[in-house]
């Protein structure tokens, strides 16, 4: 794989990041530095539009709670799961993405061989210990070429990374306080999930763990 070299040489922390797949990669530590700007941007995001916890189109609740930022923000409810340019629980557009939450997403997609990576979406879920999420595919997107940014704060968790079918047992990564992971390409709709998370505590964000996952919706 000559092109995994160039790319690797381009990491802009120079740590070598983890090979997951064929197009996904796992940055451990990559957004350490920018914790205090992301942890403060969640807490702007989610004053003006409130964690919640929302329910899947079966009408079971989802244990992590959600809000999110920029053009558009990822519901469910009993219509299903999509985009949408309003907040349903505050009747307002969602808050703008702080330019930090962008600009660490499109230079560690850039970082993974994906150049031009300009996210509309940062969904931000919030696991408080025992929240989960079952193994599923990230697929309302429109456009598949463009891949998916997920960066971890808080306590750690066992994410889930399975194939592209359902089934078989996935393997199980540790996430910590600062790992970014980024899919796209031939990993784009490989299934991923979170294990139940166990109690634990981080220094900066006390008892819970934060996932801020960036897209491209449309
Ligand atoms: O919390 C995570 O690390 C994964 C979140 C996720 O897969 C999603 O929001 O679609
Ligand atoms: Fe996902």
Redesign the pocket.
């Known amino acids: 794989m000559p092109d995994l070299f160039t790319q690797l040489s381009d990491s802009s922390d120079g740590d070598s990041p983890e090979v997951l797949g064929t197009d996904a990669y796992l940055f451990r530590g990559y957004a350490l530095s920018m914790a205090g700007a992301l942890l403060t941007g969640i807490g702007e995001v989610s004053a003006r539009s409130p964690f919640r916890q929302m329910k899947t189109p079966g009408g079971r609740s989802m244990s992590?709670a959600m809000t999110g930022c920029g053009q558009y923000s990822w519901v469910t409810d009993a219509r299903g799961y999509r985009y949408t340019d309003l907040d349903p629980d505050t009747g307002r557009p969602w808050p703008a993405m702080p330019v930090a939450f962008r600009d660490l997403a499109t230079a560690v997609a850039a970082a993974a061989g994906f150049s031009g990576f300009v996210p509309d979406v940062c969904?931000i879920?919030r696991?408080q210990s025992g929240a989960r999420?079952g193994l599923?595919q990230?697929r309302d997107e429109q456009d598949f070429r463009w891949p998916i940014v997920?960066v971890?704060l808080g306590v750690p968790?066992v994410?889930l990374w399975g194939g592209l079918k359902r089934g078989g047992s996935p393997a199980r990564l540790t996430?910590e306080h600062g790992d970014v992971l980024v899919w796209g390409g031939e990993d784009r709709l490989r299934y991923?999930?979170?294990a139940p998370v166990k109690e634990g505590r981080c220094d900066v964000t006390g008892h819970v763990r934060y996932?801020l996952?960036f897209r491209r919706a449309r």
């Open positions: 992590a969904l879920n696991y999420m599923h990230d997920s971890s968790a994410f996430l991923h999930g979170i996932n996952t």
